[in-house]
């Protein structure tokens, strides 16, 4: 059974940068691809973008594209989400999810099997 632990949220100023991980226990990460999803008060999830099990495909989400960055080191067994000039709009839950899956990935929340429990960012000055 995956186990997906997400860190790295807090507060920041509009305009700033954080930098959210995944890592999980149980097997490997690598084995899996990874997406990640965010959720506001009162709003659905929405995936933001993901990556492929071997990191040579990604997809993102037009509302991110330009400001995230997903990378994995699966050496290291974890996905680390990259945010920069952070809106005060990308205040949310922030969730990493996995599922196995030979090639590719996706962005719908039904495409993933197991779920961390999420880490809160907010965007406020």
């Known amino acids: 059974q995956l186990h997906i632990v997400e860190s790295g949220g807090g507060l920041v100023q509009p305009g700033g940068s954080l930098r959210l991980s995944c890592t999980a226990s149980?097997?490997?990460?690598?084995?899996?691809?990874i997406g990640w999803f965010r959720q506001a008060p009162g709003k659905e999830r929405e995936g933001l973008l993901c990556i492929s099990k071997s990191g040579d495909s990604t997809n993102y989400a037009d509302s991110v594209k330009g400001r995230f960055t997903i990378s994995r080191d699966n050496a290291k067994n974890t996905v680390n989400l990259q945010m920069n000039s952070l809106k005060p709009e990308d205040t949310a839950v922030y969730y990493c999810a996995a599922v196995w899956r030979r090639r590719g990935c996706g962005t719908s929340h039904t495409d993933y099997d197991y779920w961390g429990q999420g880490t809160q960012v907010t965007v406020s000055s």
């Open positions: 149980g097997p490997a990460l690598g084995d899996y691809a």
